[in-house]
């Protein structure tokens, strides 16, 4: 079961900046709903963590303007 590639390129900074909120507030859900009863994959809260560092790596390459 592989997961699906983050398209970041075709995205712009305001998209990014959108997406990426929208994954820290579901890092958040996952991680309060976790705390309470488990969830049955845990891995899941690492790959919502991966993915927001991805996201905020294209978007400081892109300030940087690399």
Known sequence: MAKE???L???SEQDLREKISAEELRLKKISFSHAITPI???M??????????RMNTE?????LGL
């Open 40 to 42: 049955e994959n845990p």
């Open 59 to 63: 978007l400081r390459k892109r300030q």
């Open 44 to 53: 899941i809260i690492r790959g919502v963590r991966r993915d927001i560092a």
């Open 9 to 11: 390129k075709g995205l």
């Open 5 to 7: 590639k983050l398209d």
